[in-house]
């Protein structure tokens, strides 16, 4: 079965502080991508990661690829509170004719 | 302007009845998608298309039917609503062609639909 899964699904915390989001996924992956969700917006892409060991840094957020772990890590360095919002993270799989499965989201509330 | 625009933005509608949800894009992107967002799911693709005449169907296309009518217009309707079908759905577009093969999908800003 093909599955992504994001933990934490809910994240409250400081400004200031540092914390990672993970996405774990089920089988070999051709292209794994983080998305933002505002609050009653659309989604906009923020990373995709081709290949392992793929790192890419936007601000505050760093996101990281390790495809024989599975894993994909979304890190938030010193918070604040213009990046609460919903991390999605979604993949691409041979085996779903390369369409995007999506994990469930990470919902991130960052307080003053 | 936007690049993916979605028509209604907000539906109400009755069980049994019939609706349309239009997507139109100026991206000049081939690859058309069908999503729906229930709250604490991710998304789930519903249909999609790699051009015209081309259109496939995603994890959950019972009850839904789409019409691609050109290259930059995909539109979804729902023959016979059903309460459960009420959720945000959003329209996204792609391009294989995009630089390095990402194939980066662009969202709409989404349809909420409620069928009571």
């Known amino acids: 079965e093909l599955k992504v899964e994001q933990n934490p699904l809910f994240l409250s915390m400081q400004e200031g502080k540092n914390y990672t989001i993970y996405c774990n996924y089920s089988?070999?992956?051709?292209?794994l991508y983080w998305y933002r969700q505002d609050p009653g917006k659309s989604l906009e892409s923020l990373f995709v990661l081709l290949s392992n060991g793929a790192v890419k840094q936007e601000g505050r957020l760093m996101a990281s690829l390790d495809t024989k772990a599975r894993v994909s890590t979304l890190h938030i360095t010193a918070a604040v509170h213009d990046l609460s919002a919903t991390y999605f993270c979604a993949v691409t799989f041979m085996d779903s004719n390369y369409q995007l499965i999506w994990g469930a989201g990470t919902k991130l509330i960052i307080k003053p | 302007d936007a690049d993916v625009t979605q028509t209604p933005r907000n539906r109400i509608t009755k069980t049994g009845k019939r609706i349309m949800l239009e997507c139109s894009q100026t991206k000049g992107h081939d690859r058309m998608y069908w999503y729906r967002q229930d709250p604490g799911l991710g998304l789930r693709l519903i249909y999609y298309?790699?051009?015209?005449?081309?259109?496939n169907k995603g994890e959950i296309s019972d009850g839904y039917s789409v019409s691609r009518q050109a290259q930059a217009k995909f539109s979804l309707s729902l023959e016979s609503a059903i309460p459960n079908q009420t959720a945000l759905y959003f329209c996204?577009?792609?391009?294989?062609?995009?630089?390095?093969?990402?194939?980066?999908?662009?969202f709409g800003p989404g349809t909420r639909l409620l069928v009571l």
């Open positions: 298309s790699f051009d015209v005449k081309d259109i």
């Open positions: 996204a577009t792609s391009d294989l062609r995009e630089k390095t093969g990402k194939e980066t999908q662009y």
């Open positions: 089988t070999t992956s051709d292209r």
